[in-house]
């Protein structure tokens, strides 16, 4: 069972500080005014309305609910104990004095739309109009359609299983300089991307028996973001594919070439290093991707676990973190 809430007027039921309203000072016609409460267009209005939830809902995230911003969850597993996880998250609501929409509140449902995905008991499912905006494509004629397609490729990226892989085609298409062509290649990649989205996969939790890799990717040796993937193979590993090991990545590309320097670091303090030159042409930050996804594949097969990535480049650890969205 699931309920759908969403906090009326959102940013303005944080009051302000009164010593901090004067900082928000606006002049009109009328004279001079002050908001006494956190206006929207802050910069950091969001992280800190995200914070406060966070901290008057810590007991309750992650166990029956799930919030982000003014957007809550509130799930249960029967509908009788559905009743006492709403009863619970009134009581922080009343005591905050805070509000509710009641027309964009949904109550005791099997399912619904959260953060642009559908969530329901078999897990998160993708938005069927996202996959409608494909099926209902005909084959790109320009290269602007085609940047399109790879547009919404990129919305459905957590649900295209190698969905690098499925888009190669694509990108090979605008990577030439001159013309257009659509070739035999491009149509069966189209027309197999089809095909996978009229059964689309659903995300569930985590199989019991898989190992998770844990792979944490710092930028300067500063910032540090942590993202995890399912690893095939069992759990049956000795410990020193279980101790921490170092990468460092690094793409670059010019006007002739493009290449990735990649330098692997086991717990032994043993070093392996790697020069690798790319086969097709590629704009520097595309350089940078590669560089971290074929040290994550190298650093996989040596057999490690825990892998500590270092990177210079901001765009991809701000995409790891979720700071950037792909687009």
Request: glycine residues 8%; contains cysteine.
């Amino acid at each position: 069972m699931m309920s759908f809430l969403d906090a009326f007027q959102g940013y303005n039921q944080i009051s302000l500080e009164p010593q901090d309203r004067e900082k928000t000072s606006f002049v009109t016609e009328q004279g001079i005014f002050c908001y006494q409460v956190m206006p929207f267009g802050l910069k950091n209005a969001g992280a800190t309305y995200q914070r406060l939830v966070n901290k008057v809902f810590k007991h309750m995230i992650g166990r029956n609910m799930e919030v982000y911003i003014d957007d809550m969850l509130v799930k249960s597993h029967s509908k009788e104990s559905h009743i006492q996880d709403l009863r619970e998250c009134f009581e922080v609501v009343r005591h905050l004095g805070m509000k509710l929409n009641p027309s964009k509140c949904t109550f005791d449902v099997q399912g619904g739309k959260f953060l642009g995905y559908l969530i329901s008991y078999r897990g998160i499912e993708v938005n069927p109009k996202k996959i409608k905006a494909i099926q209902e494509m005909s084959p790109p004629t320009t290269k602007k359609e085609v940047q399109k397609l790879t547009g919404r490729m990129a919305a459905l990226s957590r649900f295209l299983s190698r969905g690098a892989e499925r888009g190669l085609p694509f990108f090979k298409t605008l990577r030439k300089v001159e013309g257009f062509s659509w070739n035999e290649e491009c149509q069966k990649a189209f027309k197999s991307l089809k095909e996978y989205l009229s059964k689309p996969p659903v995300l569930t939790k985590t199989i019991n028996g898989r190992e998770v890799v844990r792979i944490s990717v710092c930028i300067g040796g500063c910032s540090e973001c942590c993202f995890d993937y399912i690893s095939e193979v069992t759990g049956n590993e000795d410990s020193k594919h279980q101790q921490e090991w170092t990468m460092f990545v690094d793409g670059s590309s010019t006007s002739s070439k493009s290449g990735v320097g990649i330098v692997i670091k086991s717990p032994e303090a043993d070093y392996m290093e790697y020069a690798i030159t790319l086969e097709f042409p590629t704009p520097n930050n595309e350089a940078e991707y590669e560089a971290i996804l074929l040290g994550c594949k190298l650093i996989h097969a040596a057999g490690a676990r825990r892998v500590h990535a270092y990177s210079d480049s901001q765009l991809v650890v701000s995409q790891a973190e979720g700071e950037y969205e792909a687009r």
